[in-house]
């Protein structure tokens, strides 16, 4: 059973049994007065995979840029998401609409994988030579020079 999910094992197995015999999500939510929403899902899901429906998978299946957008173009030029997710094996037809959505808003790139977590840290700077500090050095008392002296014609001038 999903950690996520608002129905128990028993209901799930219940509502899968309810499903064979022909009731359909809203006739068996009703009937075990459970919310349409989940029964809805795992009907959906039952659809697709049968009495599987009621295993979890151990892993988190991933799916290469290549297959989502062909499951996507597809989706968009009139294919069924359900008869989509059956073909490609997806655990739920909820795949197809997401990733939709996600190339709706962003094109290619919203399908593509993203880095997760943080960012690495950018390398330390390489020491500085002696020679380098020398000239680092110059330009901060250059600078300070020209400061000072632009304050001294000002207040020459009567400004400051």
């Not at 659809?47 to 151990?58: A, M, R, Y």
Request: hydrophobic content about 35%; overall charge positive; proline content about 4%.
């Amino acid at each position: 059973m999903r950690a996520q999910s608002t129905l128990t094992g028993q209901q799930r197995t219940r509502l899968v049994d309810l499903f064979e015999q022909g009731h359909g999500y809203k006739a068996a939510a009703n009937r075990l007065a459970v919310g349409k929403h989940a029964v809805r899902r795992l009907f959906q899901r039952w659809q697709l995979h049968g009495t599987l429906s009621l295993v979890e998978k151990p892993t988190k299946q991933t799916y290469s840029f290549e297959t989502k957008k062909e499951i996507v173009d597809r989706f968009i030029a009139g294919e069924a998401k359900t008869a989509l997710a059956v073909e490609f094996q997806l655990s739920s037809p909820d795949l197809v609409r997401k990733w939709a959505g996600l190339w709706r808003a962003g094109g290619d790139d919203g399908l593509r994988p993203k880095r997760r977590g943080r960012p690495k840290r950018s390398p330390a700077p390489e020491p500085l030579t002696r020679e380098e500090k020398l000239l680092r050095e110059n330009q901060l008392l250059k600078a300070e020079n020209a400061y000072l002296k632009k304050l001294r014609d000002l207040r020459e001038q009567g400004h400051a």
